[in-house]
């Protein structure tokens, strides 16, 4: 009946390698810090599992910072430049209050707090990518585990850039697409799978005697879900039940938009 595609997590961008340590420090620490993040959030090294380097949380991440300072500086000793790792060292402090210190309660995307706080983001935001490659346009089962492990991810990924000045338009592409990985494991998407075996069989309802069944997918899919969607409810629910059709219009509402030519070249 329909396939479920999904928003490519690529191109999210954020200004992070034009602030130095310190203003009398000539350094940038944008590539260092990111890669620093993926070696923390893949446990590349044995020495960052005891450290929250990643929390979102401002006082534990400075915790982790100055606690594990050594752990810190071994990794970005194989990770960074050695001039960033010299740099960043002479001038710690500075580099921790960058990291985890707001100098308002307002959010000013101008601050060096912003401009770094989504670089721990990014290690989610690129594992979401890997991982969805194995599900786009795949039919799972309920509870399938790599369905809940991007569930998982996405909850942390979600989490993560709340506190960031990543773009709006770039905010929204991720939570749809977490949406639309949530809404894959749900009775709505499995009823739809059992429809889409018997695809035929549905010109016997009279609610589509007009509707043409050989449109492409996502005009097929726009067309079901909103022009024919009291149809559409009908045959779900006497196809697959009830539960089939909870939270009908907000799945509907999402389906429409990722297959609407605007969302897809977003």
Do not use: W
């Amino acid at each position: 009946m329909i396939q479920i595609g999904f928003v490519i997590l690529t191109g999210l961008s954020i200004a992070t390698n034009s602030t130095p340590v310190k203003k009398d420090v000539d350094t940038n620490i944008g590539h260092c810090l990111s890669s620093f993040y993926a070696a923390a959030y893949h446990k590349s090294y044995n020495c960052t599992s005891g450290f929250e380097y990643l929390s979102n949380n401002c006082a534990l991440q400075k915790a982790a910072f100055t606690d594990g300072k050594s752990c810190f500086l071994e990794v970005a000793k194989d990770v960074c430049v050695p001039t960033e790792v010299l740099q960043i060292n002479a001038e710690y402090n500075s580099f921790i209050e960058i990291l985890t210190e707001k100098s308002s309660n307002e959010t000013n995307c101008s601050e060096p707090y912003y401009q770094h706080s989504a670089l721990k983001c990014f290690p989610v935001l690129q594992d979401m990518a890997v991982k969805l490659k194995d599900v786009v346009d795949v039919h799972t089962e309920i509870n399938d585990t790599r369905v809940l492990k991007l569930i998982n991810l996405c909850e942390q990924a979600t989490a993560c850039i709340k506190q960031t000045c990543l773009k709006e338009t770039e905010q929204t592409r991720i939570i749809d697409t977490c949406e639309m990985i949530k809404m894959k494991n749900s009775e709505f998407i499995a009823c739809n799978h059992k429809i889409q075996e018997k695809l035929a069989d549905l010109s016997n309802h009279t609610c589509l005697d007009d509707f043409d069944f050989n449109l492409e997918t996502n005009e097929l899919t726009v067309e079901l879900y909103s022009k024919k969607k009291e149809c559409t409810v009908k045959i779900m629910r006497d196809s697959c039940g009830e539960s089939a059709v909870d939270n009908f219009d907000y799945y509907a509402d999402l389906l429409v938009k990722q297959s609407s030519p605007v969302h897809q070249l977003d």
